[in-house]
């Protein structure tokens, strides 16, 4: 009998791939032969504008490439050019810094688990993730003035002090939040058909997850322990106790365990650095136009999705000669055309979920 | 009722039936109208929010509005599907939905159908949509709409067959496959077959679940990965059939499972003496409410469970349900033998 | 409790969701109150302008236009016209930072939604006319 390859167009509008991203599936029945993925469709040349901006006109930008976890990107880059001109950020800065990003990677994490678990079928816990994030959100609001794009940080400290009674109510969310993490664990991991769907889906092991380039959760998975907040601490992480969460399987249930442990451990340095918070000034005296001086700098932190790093070449003007970010999301999913041979398409939009891309980075 | 069917058939006789059945027809259609409606709020209030609230009071008006639009829309077949079989999909998938609900028999009074083959009926009739849903995914010419056809074929006529097994227990016990005496023998039995035949129900539950193409075995119109399968290419008024066909195989589904499993017309703990007073309550009312908490079982598993794989859904049917169906046939028919 | 299989403690979660407090906002029948530090469509204080050009020149995607004109009573500059495009402005909150004087003030209204995309270029008088809710410089 004979049989023909179809090839199937899940297209730049599909409810499943997390933003505007083609994969050009040949499949075989069922099972997949060869997948392509084509970007390119939400590029805006961010680092080719960047070229034109003075840094702290850079700062709104980088706010939407990875918009879910917009103030880690802000901290890359005021990072990179803090340590290119040597600066010392006063401690609160330092604090407000780690608990806003901390809550930024809780809040990226719980959209990775609404999304992940609306591909996989289950309809509700979209919704009970969501709740949560949007006390995360509304926080941010009484912050800093906007809910996703919030342009606080500033090359040496942040705009904004905390208003009245913000860090009472961020501790009471990180308490809260703690006792949603087991329920979420109740309405899903013990459920059979979920462990059905993840369990031996999208396995690879460390050898080909270093090759590949990855970082974040996905090398985490399969056993490497290399996390930049312990193995290169930058700001005040060196303060903190937390744990990073380990697995050794490298398929995707290893992978949603570690990012809702993950949401725990950020939420414990949450609680610490309330506790710990000094008074102080938030901004640091750095003249109004900043000029870094004439070199090179390339510093990474670990973000929601993996290592974001960023590369400055300046030439002692104002603006930047060069930027470029090294994004997590466009090097994790290199990996997907060698993970999706022999799936079936289920199986297909699982282990692209559990990748965690988000196409602001993919295409910057 | 059923005295009409037996007796002579005269012309009287055949213009009431027949206006009845089309009062049996409006029941059906408000049953789907409220049935989405229900869906809506209780889905709504499973995922922390308020369900319809905008069109009439209590958003009841929702589903009107939402049937309205699809039938003023534009009817658009595309250019390259095969058009005589894109129109005969949506009615060979519709029409056997409402002719098995002839053979309910809703009270001891009202049924429409007194046959001594009324579950065979049922299950032979309902096999016809699945031709239907096939020809949606193979006539609309898109690749999304073949895959959704193929699965569900796959999967409707993989489930038939734990469905069939798991009732003929019932049948077994029973000795008949007349619904209407089926319901009786629970009377005589004292309790519902609910409780002998434990194992056969659960089977039939989660056999019924994917003959109606239900999360969690909704593979064929998986949204996030097949955006809508097999009936993709449909829009309006067409659309809006399928979708009645969905809710109505829902209303024949859940009455047949309240009569083989549930009792049908009977009040309950019968077998308690001294609760003689719940036989007051008319026989149409119990029937409503044990159909009611079917209902909501359905919409309850489809908030809270995802969905299989192929691989599972297929493997699941041949290798577990199949057996256990089996099992159950054979143990409850050595048991009738030497009881 | 684990001989409960995991899908039913599933379903038990789900139940008692069912009767819990519902979380969503009854916009638009009830305006949506946003906190002090929101950042919503600007405001113009006409007579405050210098005309020091700084909003112009830190607005990282050009959406500010100004023409100033010699003062007639007195020395420096006065506001001859101020246009935003709301089409490019993304609200990003830097021209009030600069801004020496407080003529620029961001306000809590987030209503921007027109008919028609030449609504969205702002002029003069309606910024000045935008003067609900406005933000307090020391929030």
């Given at each position: 009998?004979?049989?023909?390859?179809?090839?199937l167009?899940?297209?730049?509008?599909?409810?499943?791939?997390?933003g505007?991203?083609?994969l050009?599936?040949?499949?075989?029945?069922?099972?997949?032969?060869?997948?392509?993925?084509?970007?390119?469709?939400?590029?805006?040349?961010?680092?080719?504008?960047?070229?034109?901006?003075?840094?702290?006109?850079?700062?709104?930008?980088?706010?939407?490439?990875?918009y879910?976890?917009?103030?880690?990107?802000?901290?890359?880059?005021v990072h990179?050019?803090?340590?290119?001109?040597?600066?010392?950020?006063?401690?609160?800065a330092?604090?407000?810094?780690?608990?806003?990003m901390?809550?930024?990677?809780?809040?990226?994490?719980?959209?990775?688990?609404?999304?992940?678990?609306?591909?996989?079928?289950?309809l509700?816990?979209?919704?009970?993730?969501?709740?949560?994030?949007?006390?995360?959100?509304?926080?941010?609001?009484?912050?800093?003035?906007?809910?996703?794009?919030y342009?606080?940080?500033?090359?040496?400290?942040?705009k904004?002090?905390?208003?009245?009674?913000?860090?009472?109510?961020?501790?009471?969310?990180?308490?809260?939040?703690?006792?949603k993490?087991?329920?979420?664990?109740?309405?899903?991991?013990?459920?059979?058909?979920?462990?059905?769907?993840?369990?031996?889906?999208?396995?690879?092991?460390?050898?080909t997850a270093?090759?590949?380039?990855?970082?974040?959760?996905?090398?985490?998975?399969?056993?490497?322990d290399?996390?930049i907040?312990?193995?290169?601490?930058?700001?005040?992480?060196?303060?903190?106790?937390?744990?990073?969460?380990l697995?050794?399987?490298?398929?995707?249930?290893?992978?949603?365990?570690l990012?809702?442990?993950?949401?725990?451990?950020?939420?414990?340095?949450?609680?610490?650095a309330?506790?710990?918070?000094?008074d102080?000034?938030?901004?640091?005296?750095?003249?109004k136009?900043?000029?870094?001086?004439?070199?090179?700098?390339?510093?990474?932190?670990?973000?929601a999705?993996?290592?974001?790093g960023?590369?400055?070449?300046?030439?002692?003007?104002?603006?930047?000669?060069?930027?470029?970010?090294?994004?997590?999301?466009?090097?994790?999913?290199?990996?997907?055309?060698?993970l999706?041979?022999?799936?079936?398409?289920?199986?297909?939009?699982a282990?692209?979920?559990?990748?965690?891309?988000?196409l602001?980075?993919?295409?910057g | 009722m059923f005295?009409?069917?037996?007796?002579?058939?005269?012309?009287?006789?055949?213009?009431?039936?027949?206006?009845?059945?089309?009062?049996?027809?409006?029941?059906?259609?408000a049953?789907?109208?409220?049935a989405?409606?229900?869906?809506?709020?209780?889905?709504?209030?499973?995922?922390?929010?308020?369900?319809?609230?905008?069109?009439?009071?209590l958003?009841?008006?929702?589903?009107?509005?939402?049937?309205l639009?699809?039938l003023?829309?534009?009817?658009?077949?595309?250019?390259?599907?095969?058009?005589?079989?894109?129109?005969?999909a949506p009615?060979?998938?519709?029409?056997?939905?409402?002719?098995?609900?002839?053979?309910?028999?809703?009270?001891?009074?009202?049924?429409?159908?007194?046959?001594?083959?009324?579950?065979?009926?049922?299950?032979?009739?309902?096999?016809?949509?699945?031709?239907?849903?096939?020809?949606?995914?193979?006539?609309?010419?898109?690749?999304?709409?073949?895959?959704?056809?193929?699965?569900?074929?796959?999967?409707?006529?993989?489930y038939?067959?734990?469905?069939?097994?798991?009732?003929?227990?019932?049948?077994v016990?029973?000795?008949?496959?007349?619904?209407?005496?089926?319901?009786?023998?629970?009377?005589q039995?004292?309790?519902?077959?609910?409780?002998?035949?434990?194992?056969?129900?659960?089977?039939?539950?989660?056999?019924?679940?994917?003959?109606?193409?239900?999360?969690?075995?909704?593979?064929?119109?998986?949204?996030?990965?097949?955006?809508?399968?097999?009936h993709?290419?449909?829009?309006g008024?067409?659309?809006?059939?399928?979708?009645?066909?969905?809710?109505?195989?829902?209303?024949a589904?859940?009455?047949?499972?309240?009569?083989?499993?549930?009792?049908?017309?009977?009040?309950?703990?019968?077998?308690?003496?001294?609760?003689?007073?719940?036989?007051?309550?008319?026989?149409?009312?119990?029937?409503?409410?044990?159909?009611v908490?079917?209902v909501?079982?359905?919409?309850?598993?489809?908030?809270?469970?995802?969905?299989?794989?192929t691989?599972?859904?297929?493997?699941?049917?041949?290798?577990?349900?199949?057996?256990?169906s089996?099992?159950?046939?054979?143990?409850?028919?050595?048991?009738?033998?030497?009881? | 409790?684990?001989?409960i299989?995991?899908?039913?403690?599933?379903?038990?979660?789900?139940f008692?969701?069912?009767?819990?407090?519902?979380?969503?906002?009854?916009?638009?029948?009830?305006?949506?109150?946003?906190p002090?530090?929101?950042?919503?469509?600007q405001?113009?204080d006409v007579?405050?302008?210098?005309?020091?050009?700084?909003?112009?020149?830190?607005?990282p995607?050009?959406?500010?236009?100004?023409?100033?004109?010699?003062?007639?009573?007195g020395?420096?500059?006065?506001?001859?016209?101020?246009?935003?495009?709301?089409?490019?402005?993304?609200?990003?909150?830097?021209?009030?930072?600069?801004?020496?004087t407080?003529?620029?003030?961001?306000?809590?209204?987030?209503e921007?939604?027109?008919?028609?995309?030449?609504?969205?270029?702002?002029?003069?008088?309606?910024?000045?006319?935008?003067?609900?809710?406005?933000?307090?410089?020391?929030?």
């Amino acid at each position: 009998m004979r049989t023909e390859e179809l090839t199937l167009n899940v297209g730049p509008q599909h409810p499943s791939t997390h933003g505007v991203l083609r994969l050009v599936v040949k499949l075989d029945g069922e099972r997949i032969t060869h997948v392509e993925p084509v970007i390119g469709y939400l590029h805006r040349g961010t680092e080719k504008l960047a070229e034109g901006l003075n840094f702290t006109q850079i700062i709104p930008y980088t706010d939407r490439m990875d918009y879910l976890a917009a103030m880690l990107n802000n901290y890359c880059l005021v990072h990179a050019v803090e340590t290119l001109m040597g600066l010392e950020i006063p401690e609160r800065a330092e604090y407000l810094r780690v608990i806003v990003m901390e809550l930024n990677r809780v809040a990226s994490h719980l959209v990775w688990f609404g999304t992940y678990l609306l591909d996989i079928g289950a309809l509700s816990p979209f919704l009970f993730a969501f709740n949560e994030r949007e006390t995360i959100l509304n926080l941010f609001n009484e912050l800093c003035g906007a809910r996703l794009t919030y342009n606080y940080m500033r090359v040496g400290g942040v705009k904004w002090d905390a208003p009245e009674g913000w860090l009472e109510k961020v501790d009471e969310f990180v308490k809260r939040m703690m006792q949603k993490v087991d329920e979420f664990h109740t309405l899903v991991t013990g459920n059979e058909i979920f462990l059905n769907r993840m369990r031996g889906v999208g396995k690879y092991d460390a050898g080909t997850a270093l090759a590949f380039g990855l970082s974040g959760v996905n090398l985490r998975c399969t056993g490497v322990d290399y996390d930049i907040r312990k193995f290169k601490p930058y700001s005040i992480y060196d303060r903190f106790e937390f744990d990073v969460p380990l697995s050794q399987e490298g398929d995707c249930y290893a992978r949603y365990l570690l990012r809702l442990e993950e949401i725990r451990q950020s939420l414990r340095i949450v609680e610490q650095a309330v506790a710990q918070i000094p008074d102080g000034p938030v901004m640091a005296k750095v003249p109004k136009m900043l000029r870094p001086p004439k070199g090179e700098v390339y510093t990474s932190i670990e973000g929601a999705r993996g290592e974001l790093g960023c590369h400055i070449v300046s030439d002692g003007k104002d603006k930047p000669y060069r930027i470029k970010w090294r994004r997590p999301s466009f090097v994790n999913l290199q990996i997907l055309p060698k993970l999706a041979v022999g799936l079936n398409m289920s199986d297909l939009v699982a282990v692209l979920g559990a990748i965690d891309i988000v196409l602001g980075e993919v295409d910057g | 009722m059923f005295n009409w069917l037996h007796g002579p058939m005269t012309v009287g006789t055949l213009l009431t039936i027949s206006v009845l059945a089309v009062v049996l027809l409006l029941i059906v259609l408000a049953f789907v109208t409220y049935a989405i409606y229900f869906e809506r709020k209780v889905i709504g209030w499973i995922q922390l929010r308020h369900g319809p609230t905008e069109h009439g009071p209590l958003g009841l008006l929702q589903t009107p509005a939402d049937v309205l639009k699809l039938l003023i829309k534009e009817d658009i077949i595309p250019k390259l599907a095969d058009k005589p079989l894109f129109i005969l999909a949506p009615v060979l998938a519709f029409v056997p939905s409402f002719t098995v609900v002839a053979v309910i028999p809703f009270t001891d009074a009202i049924g429409f159908t007194d046959t001594n083959v009324g579950l065979l009926i049922y299950v032979a009739l309902s096999g016809i949509t699945i031709l239907g849903t096939l020809l949606g995914g193979w006539a609309s010419n898109n690749k999304y709409s073949l895959l959704g056809g193929m699965r569900s074929a796959a999967q409707m006529i993989s489930y038939e067959i734990p469905l069939i097994l798991s009732a003929m227990g019932v049948i077994v016990m029973a000795g008949t496959m007349n619904l209407r005496e089926i319901v009786e023998f629970q009377g005589q039995m004292g309790v519902w077959f609910v409780v002998p035949q434990i194992v056969g129900f659960l089977v039939f539950l989660i056999a019924a679940n994917a003959e109606m193409n239900r999360s969690p075995f909704d593979l064929p119109e998986a949204e996030s990965e097949l955006v809508a399968g097999y009936h993709t290419e449909y829009s309006g008024f067409r659309f809006a059939i399928f979708m009645l066909t969905e809710y109505v195989y829902m209303f024949a589904m859940s009455s047949l499972i309240v009569v083989l499993f549930l009792g049908g017309w009977l009040p309950p703990l019968q077998w308690i003496p001294g609760l003689g007073f719940l036989k007051a309550v008319p026989g149409i009312v119990w029937f409503a409410l044990k159909f009611v908490v079917v209902v909501f079982y359905w919409i309850w598993l489809r908030g809270t469970m995802p969905r299989f794989r192929t691989e599972t859904l297929m493997n699941f049917a041949w290798k577990v349900l199949l057996p256990v169906s089996l099992l159950n046939l054979v143990a409850t028919a050595v048991i009738k033998a030497l009881v | 409790m684990s001989a409960i299989p995991g899908f039913m403690k599933g379903l038990g979660y789900t139940f008692k969701q069912m009767f819990a407090e519902k979380s969503t906002y009854d916009y638009p029948n009830e305006p949506l109150k946003m906190p002090e530090r929101f950042r919503g469509i600007q405001y113009l204080d006409v007579d405050k302008c210098i005309v020091c050009l700084q909003c112009q020149r830190i607005c990282p995607t050009q959406c500010i236009d100004i023409k100033g004109k010699p003062n007639p009573e007195g020395k420096g500059k006065v506001l001859e016209s101020f246009d935003i495009n709301f089409e490019i402005c993304i609200l990003c909150d830097l021209c009030t930072e600069v801004c020496p004087t407080e003529a620029i003030l961001m306000t809590n209204n987030y209503e921007l939604a027109t008919y028609s995309r030449d609504e969205l270029f702002k002029d003069m008088k309606w910024l000045n006319e935008n003067d609900e809710n406005i933000r307090r410089g020391d929030a």
